[in-house]
């Protein structure tokens, strides 16, 4: 794999840009594999671009014929995905599982969005419930629609999840009728800048449907308009700075976040460690610190049990992380890669120096040997904590992102129930139990506080789909410090990319309402 300059895909042409470029690496190696630029772009022709000829052509097509393309592209991608594999292992350091959550499970969403927009037919906008009378007679009435925005989607991605990331927004903007212009997280914006040129250079997507811009984000925000929409994954300091840009604060340009995450596990009172409960609170927690070596969002941070079980949580979790072992993910049998970065690396180790002053390591994976990788890789080895005081501040504020959660003992459910609250807001929490109505009640009480609630009991252990996995069926996103947005939950991410607008007319005018 040779360093080369990757290009990016503006005003329908591939342009590199006119710097030497930003290197990307190997983060089990630590050789450099290819490089990102975007000096000297024209910024506001590509987003011109975007806008009228992009738009253009995808409002000129009907919800079933998007969804008809979307399927195009997939087909694309899944031609493709052995190479997407490669590029992920190379670039993010991850196993062959963690690589199919990312590049496979972009290819499921797109193609569920296929799936949906499908059942919409040949419709050009879509009616939002049914008409409301004005008076008392059923002649002049109000009906709502929802019309495609004519702008841009501007979507600002973060390292962890370089296919996911681009297709679970691509999907619903696309089939909404609004071109996309992307710009990945350089540290892998490879596997994103791959996928888009194998699109582009298939040519199932119009001119202008999708741009790409590999590198620095300078510029990018001044570049929007009353009518486009903004989209960001990442850090809650960056989401402060584009919700307080001028330009956006000046066109009110929508803005969707998807920002930090506290997100917690709960195992419900009245279980003992011989339970069923027990163990798959056990399991999922051991997974969701493992998977994508903790670089998840919606990963466990904080880990509630009964303060009885506080040593059998421990013992039972550490037991399993144990096994798993930590290094070069090409190397058979190991089951954990790196973190992406020699800068995330050092995040995760001053984390877990933060968590180390309230809570006690019960785990320490540092202390077993890596497997084919050098001690100055970007492997992390996962640690569990328990805390030493649940109140204290840290555990409730700090987010470490990478392997690492911490047991937090509570002594009733609505001390519980009061410290996750302190989280300030989360992606998701999930929930263990075997009384159903007890499961249901708690579930409700974390409802306020987060996007998804994950509710677990025996009799779906062997379907359920996990509490890290996002599913395009639910809602993602969590108020509060989680950045107080939603993508996904079926249909319901259309409405983000749709303008409502309430018509009103004669119902006779309203009857001719065709696509």
């Known amino acids: 794999m040779s360093s080369t300059l990757l290009p990016n895909w503006t005003s329908g042409q591939w342009q590199v840009g006119q710097g030497s470029g930003t ?70 350091g991850t196993v062959k599982n963690d690589t199919a959550v990312d590049v496979d499970g972009g290819m499921f969403t797109l193609g569920m969005y296929a799936k949906l927009g499908a059942s919409l037919g040949d419709r050009h906008f879509l009616l939002d419930g049914e008409p409301a009378r004005l008076g008392k007679d059923p002649l002049f009435q109000s009906q709502h629609v929802m019309t495609p925005r004519h702008g841009v989607a501007l979507f600002i991605n973060a390292f962890n999840f370089p296919s996911w990331g681009l297709w679970e927004k691509a999907g619903p903007a696309l089939l909404s009728g609004m071109p996309i212009i992307v710009k990945p997280a350089t540290a892998t914006a490879w596997l994103t800048q791959r996928m888009v040129q194998d699109v582009i250079d298939a040519g199932v997507v119009p001119p202008g449907a999708i ?131 020699r800068a995330q690396k050092q995040s995760v180790l001053e984390g877990i120096a933060q968590l180390s002053q309230v809570a006690d390591k019960v785990f320490d994976g540092s202390q077993q040997p890596l497997v084919e990788a050098a001690a100055d890789s970007c492997c992390v080895a996962p640690t569990l904590l328990a805390a030493r005081d649940a109140h204290a501040d840290t555990l409730h504020d700090v987010e470490v992102f990478g392997p690492v959660a911490t047991l937090v003992p509570y002594t009733s459910e609505t001390e519980a129930l009061q410290l996750i609250q302190r989280g300030q807001g989360s992606l998701v929490a999930s929930v263990y139990g075997e009384d159903a109505a007890a499961l249901a009640k708690t579930a409700i009480a974390l409802a306020p506080f987060h996007g998804r609630v994950h509710v677990l009991s025996p009799d779906v252990a062997a379907m359920n789909t996990g509490h890290g996995n996002v599913m395009p069926q639910s809602l993602h996103g969590g108020p509060g410090r989680a950045g107080g947005g939603e993508e996904l939950g079926g249909l319901r991410a259309l409405n983000f990319y749709h303008q409502r607008s309430a018509i009103q007319a004669s119902t006779e005018s309203l009857n001719h309402f065709t696509a």
């Open 23 to 92: 290197p990307l690496f190997d983060p089990v190696k630590g050789s450099e594999l290819v490089r990102v630029d975007a000096t000297g772009l024209d910024l506001p022709g590509a987003f011109r671009y975007a806008r009228e000829v992009g738009g253009a052509a995808l409002r000129s097509m009907t919800y079933a014929q998007r969804a008809a393309m979307l399927a195009e592209v997939g087909k694309v991608l899944q031609a493709n995905r052995d190479a997407y594999y490669e590029i992920s292992t190379a670039n993010s």
């Open 211 to 341: 741009s790409i811009i590999c590198g620095s984000s300078n510029g990018l925000l001044e570049q929007l308009l009353a009518f486009d929409v903004v989209s960001f994954t990442g850090s809650a300091d960056t989401a402060q700075i584009i919700r307080s840009h001028p330009n956006v604060v000046r066109h009110s340009v929508r803005t969707n976040i998807e920002a930090d995450s506290i997100n917690s596990a709960m195992l419900l009172p009245g279980h003992d460690a011989s339970s069923a409960a027990f163990d798959l609170l056990v399991k999922e927690v051991a997974r969701e610190m493992t998977i994508k070596s903790g670089q998840k969002c919606t990963a466990i941070r904080r880990v509630f049990v009964p303060a009885a079980l506080m040593d059998a949580a421990a013992q039972a979790i550490s037991a399993r992380l144990a096994k798993t072992t930590v290094g070069d993910p090409r190397v058979e049998g190991v089951r954990m890669g790196a973190v992406v970065s």
